[in-house]
């Protein structure tokens, strides 16, 4: 199996912008697609961004297109999504997800075919 650790959340004023790091251990990287979803108190675990195992195909949420971008460095294991123009709407704990497949070009939306989970790494967007 794959251990995902999240890294690179904290506070930020609205617009501002942030990193977020997932970096992987324990299996092939590059045989896993990866996502971002968050969730806010009180709020269901919702779907950010998704990509397929090199990168080059991607998916947003509405609510993130043109503000958000996810990334992997497959040399590096390691995930990324770089946040820009936060909104406070955008505070939530954020989660990276990894699923291994073997089709090249899939990318996975729904939380619930991904088969491995980080813990987390908390986003607060201020007025």
């Known amino acids: 199996q794959v251990q995902l650790v999240e890294s690179g959340g904290g506070l930020v004023q609205t617009g501002g912008s942030l990193r977020l790091s997932c970096a992987a251990s324990?299996?092939?990287?590059?045989?896993?697609?990866m996502g971002w979803f968050r969730q806010a108190p009180g709020k269901e675990r919702e779907f950010v961004a998704a990509?397929?195992?090199?990168?080059?195909?991607?998916a947003y949420a509405d609510s993130v297109k043109g503000r958000f971008t996810i990334s992997r460095d497959n040399a590096k294991n390691t995930a990324y999504l770089q946040m820009n123009s936060l909104k406070l709407e955008d505070t939530a704990v954020y989660y990276c997800?990894?699923?291994?497949?073997?089709?090249?070009?899939?990318?996975?939306?729904?939380?619930?075919?991904?088969?491995?989970w980080g813990q987390g790494t908390q986003v607060t967007v201020s007025s």
């Open positions: 997800a990894a699923d291994q497949v073997s089709n090249p070009v899939i990318v996975l939306r729904s939380r619930r075919l991904y088969d491995y």
């Open positions: 324990g299996r092939t990287f590059s045989n896993y697609v």
């Open positions: 990509m397929n195992l090199n990168g080059g195909i991607t």
